[in-house]
Structures are given as structure tokens and as C-alpha cells.
């Protein structure tokens, strides 16, 4: 199975809107079981932390600042207010309709 | 609140086997309500889903690992393991244990992960 497609950076001021994109296929992103996609973040050393998670859901805790979307094959990540604590690595990951999970390659994420 | 916590050796020889164990606080791999999944992270690289496992014994396997990984529960300890065998440089990474709840594809609790290194 191959990794789903995400831009290898991406960047903003603080308190701009930045949008990550992971791009997938019909058979995981855009699959019949197509609301079971999530984002990660992951800040160097750290285990990744669950942001986003069924393509719109944030876990309690989350920051409104971050948001998903998701159309087809591609989905997306948004966050506004961008924020120094932003800056780390952000990963998507889906359900495959062979029942297993994929992850994307990641994005790193520089506040500038 | 619940915690996983990955144990094991730092060191594998090449075509050795290797193996971890993640063990679960706050909550218990017997329920039925998730899947216990193993993932890692190459140096530098992204994520790699590796498989998981159910309280039953059942399992889903990447089919990258399929003819190399194992898989285990043990709920009278509240762990879980993996088994990889003839290991090569490629598998140096971190791994993590995770929980899935079942219905959801995401991994919502995450260990810490442990750097295991492939070298002779």
C-alpha cells in the first residue's frame, strides 16, 4: 500500500491560515468507509497527538483553531490563528477498504 | 486516564528478531471496544502502519510486514507484543504502540514510542 500524498512543507505568520492537503485514492481516502480519516500532529521527540479525527471531529481538547475537510480523494487540514506552538510535523491517515490504515508522509509546518 | 509504554531491546542484530512490548494503564486490552496497533517511524520519514491486534487474538497486518510480523495479546498482563522477524537496517525506527478504537481508524492514545536500531 502506498502513502498517501502530502506537501513535504508548508508555512505561515503567526495569526495567518495555513491549509495542509493529503491526497489519497478511492480505494482509502476516498473508500466507502470514507469518514474514517484523521490528522496528526507530532512535535520533534514526541509521539504524534491526535487533532482531527472521522475527517471534521476534534478530541476534547483540541483547539477550534484546527479544522477538517475532506472532498473526494483529497482532504484537508486548516488552521487559523496561527500560533508559534503550531510548528511541527502534521500527519494524515485513513482507513484502506482492504481494512488496514495508511499514513501520509507528513508535513512539517514552519511558523515564521 | 489511559497510558501505553513500550519496553524492549534499544539493539537488533541483522536476521534477528525483534521484539517489543507495550504495556496498557488506565484502561484494559481485553475490552472489546479497541484495537491495539503497532506503528512505526523511520529516521527522518513518516509514518508506517504495522498491524494490530484485537482481545481475541485476531489480528490485521500490513501487508508490507505480512510474512515477518506477529502480533500478541496477553490480558492477564494488560499487554501487548511484536514480533519482526530477519530484521535488516530498514527496520531501524521508532516504534509506537497506539490504541484504535474499534469503528474509527483513528489512534487516539499513543506511547512514546522507542528507537530500536538494526546493526551488528
Known amino acids: 500500500q502506498s502513502a498517501l500524498t502530502q506537501p513535504a512543507s508548508v508555512s505561515g505568520s503567526p495569526g495567518q491560515s495555513i491549509t495542509i492537503s493529503c491526497s489519497g485514492t478511492?480505494?482509502?481516502?476516498?473508500?466507502?468507509?470514507?469518514?474514517?480519516f484523521s490528522w496528526y500532529q507530532q512535535h520533534p521527540g514526541k509521539a504524534p497527538r491526535l487533532i482531527i479525527y472521522?475527517?471534521?471531529n476534534r478530541p476534547s481538547g483540541i483547539s477550534s483553531r484546527f479544522s477538517g475537510s475532506k472532498s473526494g480523494n483529497t482532504a484537508s487540514l486548516t488552521i487559523s490563528g496561527l500560533q508559534p506552538e503550531d510548528e511541527a510535523d502534521y500527519y494524515c491517515?485513513?482507513?484502506?477498504?482492504?481494512?488496514?490504515?495508511?499514513f501520509g508522509g507528513g508535513t512539517k509546518l514552519t511558523v515564521l | 486516564q489511559v497510558q501505553l509504554q513500550e519496553s524492549g531491546p534499544g539493539l537488533v542484530k541483522p536476521s534477528e528478531t525483534l521484539s517489543l512490548t507495550c504495556t496498557v494503564s488506565?484502561?484494559?486490552?481485553?475490552?472489546?471496544?479497541?484495537?491495539w496497533t503497532w506503528i512505526r517511524q523511520t529516521p527522518g520519514k513518516g509514518l508506517e502502519w504495522i498491524g494490530y491486534?484485537?482481545?481475541?487474538?485476531?489480528?490485521n497486518y500490513n501487508p508490507s510486514f505480512k510474512s515477518r510480523v506477529t502480533i500478541s495479546v496477553d490480558t492477564s498482563k494488560n499487554q501487548f507484543s511484536l514480533n519482526l522477524k530477519f530484521v535488516t537496517a530498514a527496520d531501524t525506527a521508532v516504534y509506537f504502540c497506539?490504541?484504535?478504537?474499534?469503528?474509527?481508524?483513528?489512534?487516539?492514545?499513543w506511547g512514546q514510542g522507542t528507537l530500536v536500531t538494526v546493526s551488528s
Open positions: 497506539a490504541r484504535e478504537p474499534r469503528s474509527s481508524a483513528r489512534h487516539d492514545y
Open positions: 488506565g484502561g484494559s486490552v481485553n475490552s472489546g471496544g479497541f484495537y
Open positions: 491486534v484485537y482481545f481475541t487474538g485476531g489480528t
Open positions: 478511492s480505494s482509502d481516502v476516498g473508500g466507502y468507509k470514507n469518514n474514517y
Open positions: 472521522e475527517v471534521t
Open positions: 491517515g485513513s482507513y484502506t477498504d482492504s481494512g488496514t490504515r495508511v
